[in-house]
């Protein structure tokens, strides 16, 4: 049974910084994909960025590029989100995401992704 567990979410005010967990069970880790997405309430699932198998080939949301960093372990078979220079509107349920793909494939939509986390909450004040 494939589980992803997201941890790291908090209250943090504007500017701060958050690094979010995935930890991935069940599978061959380094055989997919992962992304990080964000619902906000009232809004769609929304991209924030995906990095590839082997973690050279990474993608960000305009809004993420330059404050948020995503990376991987494949021996920990866990993805991180580095988040820093918060702002409010980064306010979200934060879901890590798992894809079946090619090496150097990174994916941007949420509809590929196969497996998903039960979500972490970041919340921002200002």
């Known amino acids: 049974q494939v589980q992803l567990v997201e941890s790291g979410g908090g209250l943090v005010q504007a500017g701060g910084s958050l690094r979010l967990s995935c930890v991935a069970s069940?599978?061959?880790?380094?055989?997919?994909?992962m992304g990080w997405f964000r619902e906000a309430p009232g809004k769609e699932r929304e991209f924030v960025a995906a990095l590839s198998r082997g973690g050279g080939t990474k993608s960000y949301a305009a809004s993420a590029k330059g404050r948020f960093t995503i990376s991987r372990d494949n021996a920990k078979s866990t993805v991180y989100l580095l988040m820093n220079s918060l702002k409010p509107e980064d306010t979200a349920v934060y879901y890590c995401?798992?894809?079946?793909?090619?090496?150097?494939?990174?994916?941007?939509?949420?509809?590929?992704?196969?497996?998903w986390g039960q979500g972490t909450q970041v919340t921002v004040s200002s």
């Open positions: 069940g599978l061959t880790f380094g055989s997919y994909g």
């Open positions: 995401a798992a894809v079946s793909s090619g090496p150097r494939v990174v994916l941007t939509t949420s509809v590929p992704y196969n497996y």
